[in-house]
């Protein structure tokens, strides 16, 4: 069983900066992509960023050169760094967690649609 655990959540003023972390525990893959995603009211869910144990990353166009993931493989743990953030950055953020390849396709493949285990999930909201 594996369980991903998110923090840093909250509210910020548009130009603001919050740091997203999500440590994962039980039997997490050695070899395993972890990242973020993350659903806005009314909109489907879409991929923010996604990192590989090996260091190669996904990152949405739409937040590429305001965010930054990165991880502490000793600690199970990523985190989302999100700077420059814009109201519409406000959404529920959630960590996924996967193994390399699960049917055939790595998990930085953009067909990938969904990942094996989810945290619960913490707000993100940006205000004007």
């Known amino acids: 069983q594996v369980q991903l655990v998110e923090s840093g959540g909250g509210s910020v003023q548009s130009g603001g900066s919050l740091r997203l972390s999500c440590t994962g525990s039980?039997?997490?893959?050695?070899?395993?992509?972890m990242g973020w995603f993350r659903r806005a009211p009314g909109k489907e869910r879409e991929m923010v960023a996604i990192l590989e144990t090996d260091g190669g990353t996904s990152v949405a166009d739409s937040v590429k050169d305001r965010f930054s993931i990165s991880q502490d493989n000793a600690k199970n743990t990523v985190y989302l760094q999100m700077n420059s953030m814009e109201p519409e950055d406000s959404a529920m953020y959630y960590c996924?967690?996967?193994?390399?390849?699960?049917?055939?396709?790595?998990?930085?493949?953009?067909?990938?649609?969904?990942?094996?285990?989810w945290g619960q999930g913490t707000q993100v909201t940006v205000s004007s």
């Open positions: 996924a967690a996967d193994a390399y390849y699960r049917d055939g396709i790595h998990c930085l493949d953009p067909r990938k649609t969904d990942f094996a285990y």
């Open positions: 039980g039997y997490l893959y050695s070899r395993r992509c």
